[in-house]
């Protein structure tokens, strides 16, 4: 069933019958999905699950289904869908301003026509004016509701707290989702630093009985903390030296794939005083002491060697006595389970470990994912490297292009969307730190890597530059679908976003010519 407005009339309805949850394959929308079924687990409400990874499978689902689904709109509802002519203007009749100008024979008479024209052209400019003015406040309204700007998990524990029926774990469920479209880089930093400020008021609000005997002491409890965290993935799951290298943010600021990088993280090391040994054990096996003052001598050292934002909001959760996990800990083991190469039965078996790694009680599942983490995160770090090293990365005029050859090590694991976005994110900021020229640090970038050898296909993802902008929208999507059309290139746009498309192998040199056309 679709929910077409997250007021809690709209779930009145819904709850009185038998639901069809469509749920797409990504960290947000899986939390968002926690959050429902808790919902209609506390109504009693009958739901049918069904995972989808693109329009194809929806279009499957919608059909199999189709006797379940209705669409939800109420019949006084002002839907405020903007007429046409307030979107889009036709300017044809202004180019022929001056084209019957010559036609007349006498002075007097063009003076007349030209003093005719003259107050024409002012009023249509000032009607432009107008028309631009209205547009621009009516976009900016639909843009509010666009898929970069707002987490899913975030307006269903929303509805959550309307209906007074939020708990603990829809909450920290909202968390994972925004911390998710944080990493995935799907929304700005002060857009994250704006919705973790409306969380932690919830948190406090949920977690204030630190002082409850009984609470604190229970192996069960669940306690949601906000905290200033290092940004070093999975720090707290491996080893310190580890986490270093395989940290998109460290070892771009490092320029760790060089030579002179590995002695500038020698160097960082050495002006906090760890010693080498420390840092290459599990971070839970460090000594207690060095352990009680590691971020604010990371974030000293930090600052002498330019990586000032290497502080970040975010919470953490305790789970007992022992277990203690971060949000992006979550996010990294759960994509990671969601695009397991590994088959180990259907194909939603994938969707379903990840789903249940978000419960407290399936701990095993989620040190599962935090293995597998650790792999996708060392293969994204070696990919990168090789890339810079082997000049992979070139300028084909309005965009860097860098492709994955089969054979390539663990090509396999980006023929998954999440992770090739993931690598093409940290392969660009590593490279805008590599290069010298300035130009090429401003341009976006698109990336291939096998998808189906036997079928012949490629999976491409395009990439907005890597810039202090404010502004995340990705407007590859659009291009991909001009460029396909004018070439009759064999695309597939089945992921919902329209960034990320499939390609038949010989059809990809005519498909980036078009594109280069296209965007010079």
């Known amino acids: 069933?679709?929910?077409?407005?997250?007021?809690?009339?709209?779930?009145?309805?819904?709850?009185?019958?038998?639901?069809?949850?469509?749920?797409?394959?990504?960290?947000?929308?899986?939390?968002?999905?926690?959050?429902?079924?808790?919902?209609?687990?506390?109504?009693?409400?009958?739901?049918?699950?069904?995972?989808?990874?693109?329009?194809?499978?929806?279009?499957?689902?919608?059909?199999?289904?189709?006797?379940?689904?209705?669409?939800?709109?109420?019949?006084?509802?002002?839907?405020?869908?903007?007429?046409?002519?307030?979107?889009?203007?036709?300017?044809?009749?202004?180019?022929?301003?001056?084209?019957?100008?010559?036609?007349?024979?006498?002075?007097?008479?063009?003076?007349?026509?030209?003093?005719?024209?003259?107050?024409?052209?002012?009023?249509?400019?000032?009607?432009?004016?107008?028309?631009?003015?209205?547009?621009?406040?009516?976009?900016?309204?639909?843009?509010?509701?666009?898929?970069?700007?707002?987490?899913?998990?975030?307006?269903?524990?929303?509805?959550?707290?309307?209906?007074s029926k939020d708990l603990n774990d829809m909450l920290w469920w909202a968390i994972v989702g925004l911390t998710d479209q944080w990493i995935q880089d799907k929304i700005t930093q002060m857009k994250y630093v704006t919705d973790i400020g409306i969380l932690q008021r919830h948190v406090s609000r949920h977690n204030h009985r630190n002082e409850d005997e009984e609470n604190s002491l229970s192996i069960d409890c669940m306690r949601i903390a906000f905290e200033y965290d290092l940004r070093l993935a999975l720090y707290q799951h491996w080893s310190l030296y580890e986490s270093l290298c395989n940290t998109s943010y460290t070892s771009a600021s490092l320029k760790l794939w060089s030579v002179q990088g590995q002695k500038r993280l020698q160097e960082f090391l050495a002006d906090m005083g760890l010693p080498l040994k420390q840092v290459k054990q599990k971070f839970n096996s460090m000594d207690m002491s060095l352990k009680e003052n590691l971020r604010e001598m990371i974030e000293e050292s930090a600052n002498k060697f330019g990586m000032k934002d290497l502080r970040v909001q975010t919470f953490s959760i305790h789970f007992g006595f022992k277990n203690k996990f971060s949000a992006s800990d979550i996010v990294y083991a759960t994509a990671s389970l969601m695009e397991n190469i590994e088959k180990e039965g259907p194909e939603t078996t994938n969707f379903i470990k990840a789903l249940d790694s978000l419960s407290r009680g399936n701990l095993d599942k989620l040190h599962q994912g935090l293995a597998l983490a650790k792999k996708q995160l060392r293969a994204i770090q070696q990919t990168v490297a090789s890339c810079i090293c082997t000049n992979l990365v070139i300028s084909q005029g309005p965009f860097l292009y860098c492709s994955l050859m089969e054979g390539t090590p663990d090509v396999k694991l980006f023929s998954k969307p999440v992770s090739l976005c993931l690598l093409s994110k940290y392969l660009l900021k590593s490279f805008v730190c590599s290069t010298k020229n300035k130009r090429c640090k401003l341009l976006p970038l698109i990336m291939a890597a096998p998808m189906d050898v036997e079928q012949g296909t490629v999976i491409m993802v395009g990439i907005p530059p890597e810039t202090e902008s404010s502004d995340k929208k990705n407007f590859f999507g659009r291009a991909f679908e001009k460029a396909a059309d004018s070439t009759n290139s064999r695309t597939l746009h089945n992921h919902f976003d329209m960034s990320i498309i499939e390609l038949k192998t010989e059809d990809r040199s005519k498909f980036l010519d078009a594109l280069i056309s296209l965007l010079s």
């Open 1 to 163: 069933m679709f929910i077409s407005d997250c007021r809690r009339e709209f779930y009145d309805v819904i709850v009185s019958q038998r639901v069809l949850l469509l749920v797409a394959s990504d960290v947000d929308a899986l939390c968002a999905c926690k959050i429902l079924q808790a919902l209609f687990q506390c109504d009693h409400v009958q739901y049918t699950l069904v995972p989808v990874s693109g329009w194809q499978e929806l279009e499957t689902a919608f059909l199999e289904h189709k006797d379940q689904i209705k669409l939800l709109v109420k019949q006084d509802d002002d839907l405020g869908v903007p007429a046409y002519d307030d979107i889009f203007r036709d300017d044809e009749d202004e180019e022929e301003d001056s084209e019957n100008e010559s036609e007349g024979s006498e002075p007097s008479e063009k003076r007349r026509r030209f003093e005719e024209d003259i107050i024409e052209r002012t009023m249509k400019r000032r009607q432009r004016r107008e028309w631009e003015a209205r547009r621009r406040e009516i976009l900016f309204d639909y843009e509010q509701y666009e898929y970069h700007g707002t987490s899913s998990a975030m307006v269903m524990f929303d509805l959550a707290w309307i209906m």
